[in-house]
């Protein structure tokens, strides 16, 4: 009995290796690729600030949330992050590193010009983002996978044959993200600076678009 069990577990297992085989003889395997452009209608900013004593520090971070405030900023959008004293140093013992996020409604040249103050010590671009991105990400991969299916028309349609049922769809990693990095943005922060010094407003038409780009791979049987 045994051994009639083991043969019947073989002959299925060959079957099912020859359905296997015979499937992907008769099968088209295509990539499609999507792309898309998102204006970003959030920005995250880091900033230091520096003094030569806690008090000063205390003083000047009360300007700093002024300074935001008076640009459209909130104050549960500016976030701390570190602390630093350098003991050694002669100026500016005390540094205060914060983020802060603007949406498309801030005066970002405000921002920008009315920070340009002996007591910031740095004033970077950390994040560029769009709060509706996951939206976006997912249009983009259903448009990859319609342009597969009509790659796979088109080229059996040159053949006298037709795409059938999908047999598989496999979303290739591409490493995108739904934010762009900050090093994208080193070499236009002197643009941006100029901008507020002209008192040029809103900078959000300045910025980079957000690009997706997403590519899925398919397979479907051949009719």
Known sequence: MKLRHFLLIGIFT???FMNAQE?????IEVTGVAEMEIEPDEIIFSIGIKADNKNEL???????FETLKNAGIKNEDIKFKSMYQNTYA???????????????????GKVFEDLNQKW?????????????IADFRKTVKINALKAAKEKA?????????????????????????DTVLPVAYRSKMNSILEMADAAAGNSFENIENIKLKYSIKTRYEIL
């Open 58 to 64: 205390a003083d000047t971070e009360k300007k700093l």
């Open 23 to 27: 499937v992907k003889k008769n099968a």
């Open 14 to 16: 060959l079957g099912s």
């Open 153 to 177: 028309d088109y080229l059996l349609e040159s053949m006298g044959k037709k795409a059938g049922s999908p047999l598989e769809i496999v979303e290739i990693e591409d490493y995108t993200s």
């Open 120 to 132: 910031v010590s740095n004033l970077n671009i950390a994040e560029v983002k769009n709060t509706k």
């Open 90 to 108: 002669k100026t500016g013992k005390f540094t205060k590193n914060y983020q802060f996020k603007a949406n498309a409604k801030a005066d970002i």
